[in-house]
C-alpha cells in the first residue's frame, strides 16, 4: 500500500460511523487509544466557587486511576488522565475541552464539573465524536438526547438526575409532614432551572400552589432578601437548588431572623461539608441523594479500606465528592474493559449500551444503560443532618 493510502486510511479510521434504527449516523472518535494507553480527559471546578466539589472529584479520579493501572490496566493499556480547571466558568470549560479535544486527543471525557460548564462545552466533543461520560451534573440535557440527532448519542449520566430526585423528594416531604405552603429558592443557572423544574411539576402533579419562587446569581452570597421574602410569604417547606455555600448561607440567614422551617435541599447539597462547615445552622436540613455517605468509624470491608487508602493519599477525609469522581473513572473501565482488547469508539458505544450492569463497591443503585436510556438511576433517597452527620430517613423513593 501507498504511503498516501496508508494515510487516508489512518483518517478515516480516525471516526467510526454507527448505524442508527432511524439510519442517523453516529460519529464515535477513535482518537487516544495506543496499544498500551488510553487517554481520558475532565473539567473540574480546582479554584472557582465550587472548588469544594472539583477537588475531592479529581482526587477520587486520580485514585481510581492508580488503582485500575497498578492492577494492569484495562486489557493492559493503562490510562493517562488529562485534568484543567475550568472555575466554573462557562468559558474556561470551552477553552479546556477545545484543548483536550485537538491537542491531547482525548478518547472520552469523563465526570466534567457543573451544570453551566458542561452545557457550554458538550457540543465541542459531540462534533468531534468523544464521548461525554458520567458528567458532575445530574441536568436533563446530560442525558436526553434527540434521536434525530445521532452526535447526542454520545452522552450518558449516571448521577440521580434533578428533576425526578426533586420530585421524589419532595412528594415525600409534603406528604409526610403535611405542608400546604412549599417554596423554593434556586440558582439562576440551568442547575437551578432543572430544581426549578422538578419543583413545579411535582407541585402541579399535586395540585398545590407555590407560596413562593426566588432565586439568586450563580456565586452570590447574600440570601437575606430571598429568605426575608420566603419567611414574608409564609413558606412552611423550602426547597433549596443551592450547592454547598449558598445552603449554609440560606439557612444562617433563616437562623437570624428566628424563622423555624424545614428546609429540603437537592441533591449538591447532599455532602459532608454542609454540616461540617454550617454546623447547628444547618441541623435539621433534608436532602434528596443518590446513596449513603460512609463513615469510616462505622464503615465496613471495601469502603472502609477505600476510606482508609483515600485519607493516605489525600490527607484529608473522603466524601461525597471523592465518591463520585472515583466512580466516574470506575465505570468508565467496566465498559471499557467489556469492549475488548481491540478498543475502539464504536466498542465503547456498544458496551455503554449492551445492559450491562456496573456495580460500585458503596451498594449504590446498579449502572446500566440501553441504546434508548442513557440515564442509569431514578432511585431517590430522603437524608438529613442530626448530630452533625447524614443518616438516612427515607431509602427507594419514586414521585
Known sequence: MSKSLKALGLAVSALVLTCLPAAA????????????????????????PIKVWGVPVSNGMKMAVEEINASGGINGRKIKMILEDNGYDPKKAVLASQKMVERDKVFAMIGPMGSPTVLAAQDILFDA????????????????????????RLKFNNLLPYVESTRAAIKYMMEWKNFKKPCIMHQDD???????????????????????VTSYKRGASDFSAQV?????????????GTVIRETIGAMNEAKKLGW???????????????????????????AASG????????????????????????????NTQAIIGYNAVMTFAFYAQKAGKDLTGQKMLDALESGDKFLDIFSSPPTKFSKTDHLANTITQVQQVKG????????????
Open 25 to 48: 449516523q453516529t460519529k464515535v472518535t477513535n482518537e487516544g487509544i495506543s496499544p498500551t494507553e488510553i487517554v481520558i480527559g475532565t473539567h473540574q471546578d480546582l479554584s472557582g
Open 129 to 152: 465524536g468523544v464521548l461525554q461520560l458520567f458528567p458532575l451534573t445530574a441536568a436533563e440535557f446530560t442525558f436526553k438526547f434527540d434521536p434525530a440527532k445521532p452526535q447526542e
Open 190 to 212: 440551568e442547575y437551578g432551572k432543572n430544581v426549578l423544574d422538578g419543583f413545579t411539576q411535582q407541585l402541579g402533579a399535586m395540585k398545590v400552589q407555590p407560596a413562593s
Open 228 to 240: 426575608a421574602k420566603m419567611k414574608s410569604d409564609g413558606c412552611d417547606l423550602v426547597v433549596l
Open 260 to 286: 423555624e422551617v424545614t428546609f429540603l435541599g437537592a441533591t449538591p447539597t447532599n455532602v459532608l461539608e454542609v454540616p461540617a462547615l454550617g454546623k447547628e445552622a444547618v441541623e435539621g436540613l433534608y
Open 291 to 318: 446513596f449513603e455517605i460512609p463513615y469510616e468509624d462505622t464503615a465496613k470491608g471495601k469502603v472502609k479500606d477505600w476510606l482508609v487508602n483515600y485519607k493516605k493519599m489525600f490527607n484529608s477525609e473522603a
Open 388 to 399: 452533625g452527620r447524614w443518616v438516612l430517613v427515607k431509602d427507594n423513593l419514586m414521585f
